[in-house]
């Protein structure tokens, strides 16, 4: 028997979980379909050790990529999605990005959407999740009235930093963050401010992740259901192929099916193109609501890297991710062509640094490193091509097929950091020179983000108003389907270089004011 609901919503993370959160006070029958369960509370929520080197939360699936190798996902599957690991950075798009803007590796695309359009819904997510921010300072911000909550002050050795940037005529800024931390009730703030923020799940509940903020809040209400463990393996159609009819669930080895008057996919951008592509059928024979062919294509993950500045002055930060840099955003005196974004991960330690080191590298190497280095996180753009895309294996698992694009901005971006780096003045605490080297002057290790890290997914099923060019109109409905919507991060038809969580979480509550007036 199918048991049939006003609103199915597929996934639990930053889209899925942020609409069910705002449906949730309509009374409506709401059912939500989580794969995951929910992240076990337990001390290895803190261990870097188990989560960065063991990548013990990490799911186990295996997709490949276009030569047919092994990729192994840094993507994790839980109530609250990825939010649950996320470092919880949560910025506004540039009003900017919003409108066509030329890079050196191309061009990227205007969304059919202003930035006027999405503000006062940036204003709602930020209310939401929490964030912490001071407006104005980031010469890129985008108009909007003050954050909801004090910066995150930075520790002695980040704002010696900020204080060089700023002398050497930057605009560093605290980071808009979603963590329930209260500066001014040290003994009475949920958040402790601690080392394991950044890829960790928060032992204490103190981060606003989709899970804590939006689906706990939302199960509430009677009238909301989430099953978890409930993994969704295609969608039906009616004959005429307009209408969403059944959504098949595996449950506990089960098979089941629910109906639903709206079905809202929001399994992240890879899993929901994949599953597009799984319900193909006699009227969808490229894919469900894929006769663009845009569907699974013009997958974007950013340009990304992680710059380790190690110096002669150590670097005892526990909470590292406070400051940002986007002088260079949209170019420089001597460039003229977006490059992108300078903060941070968080304080890399020496379990962290053996994920990605050689196996020759001893231990206390590593260590030694780690205490000594500015673990910088650098963005740049990734440009949409729509060879870069997600299809399926025969037997239907992932395959994500990728050509960097956009690598000089990158690397202008990267050399930009390091000559800032290069001028810092004396090391307050132990007068000598910072950014002297360990072992030479001026150590930088880099490593860009490799085709595994998809935390940043965006882009496989974009919006737009015309239906031969994108998969969903303005409003992330399918063109060709009357009753399906997506709203994760497969709708972004440009990346910016900005993390992504907050646009998704803003354009669902966008979303979920369209189907409210639509229940009404
Ligand atoms: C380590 C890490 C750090 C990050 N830091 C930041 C940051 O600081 N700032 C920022 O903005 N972003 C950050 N991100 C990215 C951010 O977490 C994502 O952009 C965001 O969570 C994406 O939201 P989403 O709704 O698209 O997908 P997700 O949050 O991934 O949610 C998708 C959900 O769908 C479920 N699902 C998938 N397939 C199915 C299926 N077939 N059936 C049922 N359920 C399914 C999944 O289990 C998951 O719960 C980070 C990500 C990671 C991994
Ligand atoms: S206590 Fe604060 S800093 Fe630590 S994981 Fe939780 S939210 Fe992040």
């Not at 188990?50 to 839980?78: I, Q, S």
């Not at 592509?277 to 993950?301: E, F, K």
């Amino acid at each position: 028997m199918t048991t049939r609901y006003d609103v199915a919503i597929i996934g639990t993370g930053a889209g899925g979980g942020t609409l069910a959160w705002t449906l949730a006070s309509t009374g409506k029958r709401i059912l939500v379909l989580e794969r995951g369960e929910y992240v076990p509370r337990e001390k290895d929520n803190w261990s870097t050790r188990a989560v960065n080197l063991e990548g013990k939360y990490n799911t186990k699936e295996v997709w490949r990529d276009a030569a047919g190798a092994e990729l192994h996902p840094h993507t994790n599957y839980y109530v609250g999605g990825n939010t649950k690991f996320y470092g919880a950075a949560l910025f506004r798009l540039r009003r900017e990005d919003f409108g066509e803007l030329k890079h050196w590796g191309g061009v990227s695309p205007a969304w059919p959407i202003s930035y006027e359009d999405l503000e006062p819904y940036y204003a709602s997510a930020e209310r939401l999740y929490q964030v912490h921010g001071e407006r104005g300072v980031d010469p890129t911000d985008p108009p909007g009235a003050p954050y909801p909550h004090p910066p995150v002050s930075h520790e002695p050795r980040i704002q010696q930093l900020a204080d060089d940037f700023a002398r050497l005529g930057c605009r560093p800024f605290h980071v808009p963050l979603g963590v329930m931390l209260d500066e001014t009730k040290p003994g009475k703030s949920r958040c402790i401010r601690c080392g394991t923020c950044d890829g960790h799940p928060c032992l204490v509940s103190a981060k606003a992740d989709a899970q804590v903020v939006c689906v706990d809040p939302a199960l509430e209400h009677p009238n909301v259901t989430l099953l978890t463990g409930a993994l969704v393996k295609r969608l039906e159609t009616s004959a005429s192929g307009r209408e969403v009819t059944r959504i098949v669930v595996e449950r506990g080895g089960a098979v089941e099916t629910y109906a639903a008057d709206i079905v809202v996919v929001a399994c992240g951008a890879i899993n929901s193109a994949a599953l597009l592509l799984r319900s193909a059928n006699d009227r969808h024979p490229r894919g469900l609501a894929n006769g663009s062919d845009v569907v699974g294509r013009h997958y974007m993950g950013h340009v990304n890297s992680v710059l380790m500045a190690v110096s002669k002055c150590p670097n005892p930060t526990i909470f590292q991710k406070t400051l940002g840099l986007n002088d260079f955003y949209f170019g420089s005196e001597d460039w003229d062509h977006p490059m992108g974004h300078i903060s941070f991960v968080g304080k890399l330690d020496g379990d962290t640094l053996k994920a990605g080191a050689p196996a020759i590298a001893p231990g206390w190497t590593l260590d030694l490193m780690a205490r000594h280095s500015l673990d910088f996180w650098l963005t740049s753009e990734d440009l949409p091509a729509p060879d870069n895309r997600v299809t399926l294996d025969r037997d239907g698992s992932i395959v994500l097929s990728y050509q960097p694009n956009n690598a000089e901005a990158h690397r202008r971006l990267i050399a930009k950091l390091k000559s800032l780096m290069a001028r810092q003045t004396k090391c307050r605490v132990h007068g000598h020179d910072c950014h002297e080297g360990l072992f030479a002057r001026n150590l930088f290790l880099g490593q860009r983000i490799p085709l595994a890290g998809v935390a940043h997914q965006n882009g496989t099923i974009r919006f737009g108003h015309d239906p031969r060019t994108s998969a969903l109109d303005a409003d992330c409905k399918a063109h060709e389907v009357d009753n399906l919507y997506v709203v994760d991060g497969s709708f972004f038809p440009s990346s910016a270089a900005v993390n992504p969580a907050l646009t998704i979480m803003a354009n669902a509550l966008r979303v979920g004011d369209h189907l409210k007036s639509r229940l009404a």
